[in-house]
């Protein structure tokens, strides 16, 4: 997941150096007033994004196939350590009823 969210954050800063290159060239438009830094940011939030989505695709599958993997042992480890204690309440009860 590491290495997905690097990928992500190069591109973002990528096209942040590309957009602010075509604001301060005059090619793309500034923003109004004192708002060019959040305008140079807001626009290379969407061109990153579909850029993201699209070069990223086989990152962000294997990304996820090992979380599902992570989460799938998780379960397996909390029903065996559930069904472990189930034992131990079984032979508490079977001990207390004999000593009764």
Do not use: H
């Amino acid at each position: 997941m590491l290495r997905y969210t690097l990928m992500r954050l190069g591109i973002f800063v990528g096209c942040l150096v590309v957009v602010w290159g075509l604001v301060y060239s005059g090619l793309a438009p500034r923003g109004l007033g004192d708002s060019n830094g959040l305008w140079v940011v807001l626009l290379a939030l969407l061109l990153s994004a579909p850029i993201s989505f699209i070069v990223l695709r086989k990152e962000r599958d294997r990304a996820s196939v090992q979380i599902v993997q992570r989460v799938d042992r998780m379960k397996a480890t909390m029903e065996a350590n559930r069904s472990q204690e189930d034992v131990d309440d079984v032979a508490d009860d079977t001990s207390r009823a004999q000593t009764s």
